[in-house]
């Protein structure tokens, strides 16, 4: 299974970004899909999580700001961000949950800066 990130990329405060992750090769029934950020110096921190039938949680930090979303039939999770902060800035990570592992993609550069 390979996960192929995208979207990423430098907006200025106030910005809108929309980060997608498409999950490829062998994939029979993936549970949960949704993306980690990791900034410099800080823990990775879980951002929004899908499940299949589209049930969704949030980091406290983006609730308002992000929506996430899933196209089962593509086994794409997106990630659509409005009124970036700078504190949003970081590496995000998209991951989905296969019988109970998790696979990663590659991570995209999210830069919030002015």
């Known amino acids: 299974v390979q996960l192929q990130a995208s979207g990423g990329g430098l907006v200025q405060p106030g910005g809108s970004l929309r980060l997608s992750c498409a999950a490829s090769?062998?994939?029979?029934?993936?549970?949960?899909m949704g993306w980690y950020r990791q900034a410099p110096g800080k823990q990775r921190e879980l951002v929004a999580t899908?499940?299949?039938?589209?049930?969704?949680k949030y980091a406290d930090s983006v609730k308002g700001r992000f929506t996430i979303s899933r196209d089962n039939a593509k086994n794409t999770v997106y990630l659509q961000m409005n009124s970036l902060k700078p504190e949003d800035t970081a590496v995000y990570l998209c991951?989905?949950?296969?019988?109970?592992?998790?696979?990663w993609g590659q991570g995209t550069q999210v830069t919030v800066s002015s």
């Open positions: 090769g062998s994939i029979f029934n993936i549970n949960a």
């Open positions: 899908i499940t299949p039938g589209g049930s969704t």
């Open positions: 991951f989905a949950e296969i019988y109970g592992f998790n696979y």
